[in-house]
């Protein structure tokens, strides 16, 4: 607003003082709009259905316990835990896939976890515990671009409060309705609303084991990514995204999700974490970028208003930290291995009902109940969040990749900047490229300028006069249909 008035200014005064004072960044570059939705993924999106959701989350608690130490034990009641859930959920996906005529290759990634496994904590292995991650892929349609990957994931595992006494006790309920077989949900309701379509490259759809014990599962996932070569791009996790219905919580908000992403890359190594000090990219890694990129598609796909609205409200509220104080979750596994990866949590979490025993007070107390239990899930907020997921599961699978070998010279003391790049892996002939620029105090993209890559399709260069030690650059690949990649920097 304050950019339009003073254009407005500065087409009544000409040159008037306050217009040659508009800096070189202002001149230069429009403002940084949403992309127009895609039909298509609209209709997808259209068809997230909280009841399917609910259904999931109720079917998920009746296994009574999803503990993972309870895959081994051989004294459950038929149908009760972690290793009937992993069937459940393998089966869920099988379903889907029929569905596609068989669209999706659903894998079982199981190992056997003890103490001495990487990724664990002390002491919650006392015993060997069989891990399953349940993985279904939708191959890429087009293939120069089906090797590149992005993902999300839900963990299937429960626990309640006797772990804190004893790892080694599995008994009781664990529902854990919230924390995580919504994210679970999230990850199944994608699945199924992202087959019938198809797109240049993969999506992963999955459900990991073994996260409260230390994100065991999703470690083994993510150095199995890591072994293989997966080109994995993006990963999405979600944790605890059940949007909490406790009575009396009028502090709740449910048109957002919080998204949590690393700054300096824990990947980094020694010299690369020297570089990003040096150079004041803390707040520019990749999975910042792909939490930026997320709240890219939030606007363009769920505005606050607005009569083009496709859907209704929604935004990412982006968490500048790898997750919350004291807490984990699986993206860091991904993390670790050097893969862009951010965390969804619903806005205000309670306490009363994660990992705790199921506790219902006498009538009359004031206490509250305990237990993540399906009634503290708001199943229309999972919905909400499932399609955020998807719409930018689908947007980054059409998207092309990234730009590569993006550099920035820096050996002429000079105020204007010059920019390359290299096109991305399999790109398009009809793609364009964003050249993007933002205030160094600016948490997201501000400006942006259109640049056409050259028609023998090599390296770009461009040159702006910008004073490139007033701003961060950026740049985003974006295909004939407006679908952006996330931006790099340089």
Same mark, same amino acid.
């Given at each position: 607003?304050?950019?339009? %008035?003073?254009?407005?200014?500065?087409?009544?005064?000409?040159?008037?003082?306050?217009?040659?004072?508009?800096?070189?960044?202002?001149?230069?570059?429009? *403002?940084?709009?949403?992309?127009?939705?895609?039909?298509?993924?609209?209709?997808?999106?259209?068809?997230?259905?909280? /009841?399917?959701?609910?259904? !999931?989350?109720?079917?998920?608690? =009746?296994?009574?316990?999803?503990?993972?130490?309870?895959?081994?034990?051989?004294?459950?009641?038929?149908? %009760?835990?972690?290793?009937?859930?992993?069937?459940?959920?393998?089966?869920?996906?099988?379903?889907?896939?029929?569905?596609?005529?068989?669209?999706?290759?659903?894998?079982?990634?199981?190992?056997?976890?003890?103490?001495?496994?990487?990724?664990?904590?002390?002491?919650?292995?006392?015993?060997?515990?069989?891990?399953?991650?349940?993985?279904?892929?939708?191959?890429?349609?087009?293939?120069? &671009?089906?090797?590149?990957?992005?993902?999300?994931?839900?963990?299937?595992?429960?626990?309640?409060?006797?772990?804190? =006494?004893?790892?080694?006790? $599995?008994?009781?309920?664990?529902?854990?309705?919230?924390?995580?077989?919504?994210?679970?949900?999230?990850?199944?309701?994608?699945?199924? /609303?992202?087959? =019938?379509?198809?797109?240049?490259?993969?999506?992963?759809?999955?459900?990991?084991?073994?996260?409260?014990?230390?994100?065991?599962?999703?470690?083994?996932?993510?150095?199995?990514?890591?072994?293989?070569?997966? +080109?994995? @791009?993006?990963?999405?996790?979600?944790?605890?995204?059940?949007?909490?219905? $406790?009575?009396?919580?009028?502090? &709740?908000?449910?048109?957002?999700?919080?998204?949590?992403?690393?700054?300096?890359?824990?990947?980094?190594? @020694?010299? @690369?974490?020297?570089?990003?000090?040096?150079?004041?990219?803390?707040?520019?890694?990749?999975?910042?970028?792909?939490?930026?990129?997320?709240?890219?598609?939030?606007?363009?796909?769920?505005?606050?208003?607005?009569?083009?609205?496709?859907?209704?409200?929604?935004?990412?509220?982006?968490?500048?930290?790898?997750?919350?104080?004291?807490?984990?979750?699986?993206?860091?596994?991904?993390?670790?291995?050097?893969?862009?990866?951010?965390?969804?949590?619903?806005?205000?979490?309670?306490?009363?009902? +994660?990992?705790?025993?199921?506790?219902?007070?006498?009538?009359?107390?004031?206490?509250?109940?305990?237990?993540?239990?399906?009634?503290?899930?708001?199943?229309?907020?999972?919905?909400?969040?499932?399609?955020?997921?998807?719409? $930018?599961?689908?947007?980054?699978?059409?998207? *092309?990749?990234?730009?590569? =070998?993006?550099?920035? @010279?820096?050996?002429?003391?000079?105020?204007?900047?010059?920019?390359?790049?290299?096109?991305?892996?399999?790109?398009?002939? !009809?793609?364009?490229?964003?050249?993007?620029?933002?205030?160094?105090?600016?948490?997201?993209?501000?400006?942006? &300028?259109?640049? +056409? *890559?050259?028609?023998?399709?090599?390296?770009?260069?461009?040159?702006?006069?910008?004073?490139?030690?007033?701003?961060?650059?950026?740049?985003?690949?974006?295909?004939?249909?407006?679908?952006?990649?996330?931006?790099?920097?340089?």
């Amino acid at each position: 607003m304050i950019r339009r %008035q003073h254009l407005m200014l500065c087409a009544w005064l000409l040159a008037a003082p306050l217009c040659a004072a508009q800096p070189d960044f202002l001149r230069n570059g429009a *403002p940084v709009s949403p992309a127009a939705p895609d039909p298509a993924i609209v209709r997808a999106l259209r068809t997230i259905d909280p /009841a399917r959701i609910e259904e !999931t989350i109720d079917t998920l608690v =009746k296994f009574g316990t999803r503990n993972a130490l309870t895959s081994m034990e051989t004294g459950l009641p038929p149908g %009760q835990g972690a290793a009937a859930a992993a069937d459940w959920i393998e089966a869920r996906f099988r379903e889907i896939s029929a569905q596609c005529n068989g669209c999706l290759e659903v894998n079982r990634d199981t190992f056997v976890a003890d103490s001495a496994s990487g990724g664990t904590r002390a002491g919650r292995i006392p015993r060997p515990a069989r891990m399953t991650n349940i993985y279904a892929i939708l191959r890429g349609a087009d293939p120069a &671009q089906a090797r590149r990957m992005v993902l999300v994931t839900g963990h299937y595992d429960s626990i309640n409060s006797n772990v804190f =006494k004893s790892w080694s006790d $599995t008994s009781g309920a664990a529902p854990g309705a919230n924390d995580d077989a919504s994210g679970v949900a999230v990850s199944l309701e994608c699945a199924r /609303a992202l087959s =019938k379509l198809r797109f240049p490259a993969s999506i992963v759809f999955v459900a990991v084991d073994g996260e409260e014990e230390g994100l065991i599962g999703s470690a083994h996932l993510a150095r199995l990514a890591h072994d293989q070569g997966w +080109q994995l @791009e993006a990963v999405l996790n979600n944790d605890i995204v059940g949007g909490n219905t $406790t009575p009396g919580d009028t502090l &709740q908000l449910k048109d957002r999700v919080r998204v949590f992403s690393e700054g300096v890359p824990v990947a980094a190594t @020694e010299e @690369e974490a020297r570089r990003i000090r040096a150079r004041g990219e803390e707040n520019d890694s990749p999975s910042r970028e792909l939490a930026r990129a997320i709240a890219d598609t939030a606007r363009g796909y769920f505005p606050a208003s607005g009569a083009a609205a496709p859907l209704e409200a929604f935004s990412a509220f982006l968490v500048f930290r790898p997750d919350r104080y004291g807490r984990g979750g699986d993206h860091s596994s991904f993390n670790d291995e050097g893969f862009a990866a951010v965390r969804f949590t619903e806005w205000r979490e309670d306490y009363n009902h +994660q990992h705790q025993n199921v506790v219902f007070p006498p009538a009359g107390s004031s206490a509250p109940i305990l237990g993540d239990l399906p009634r503290f899930v708001d199943f229309h907020y999972v919905a909400r969040v499932a399609r955020l997921n998807a719409a $930018t599961l689908a947007t980054l699978a059409s998207a *092309p990749g990234e730009p590569q =070998k993006f550099t920035m @010279e820096t050996g002429r003391q000079e105020t204007a900047t010059t920019l390359h790049w290299d096109a991305p892996d399999g790109a398009p002939a !009809t793609m364009r490229y964003e050249l993007l620029w933002r205030e160094t105090s600016a948490p997201d993209w501000q400006y942006v &300028q259109t640049v +056409q *890559p050259p028609a023998s399709g090599g390296a770009v260069t461009a040159t702006l006069p910008v004073s490139k030690d007033n701003v961060v650059f950026g740049v985003r690949s974006v295909d004939a249909a407006g679908h952006r990649s996330p931006a790099v920097t340089p």
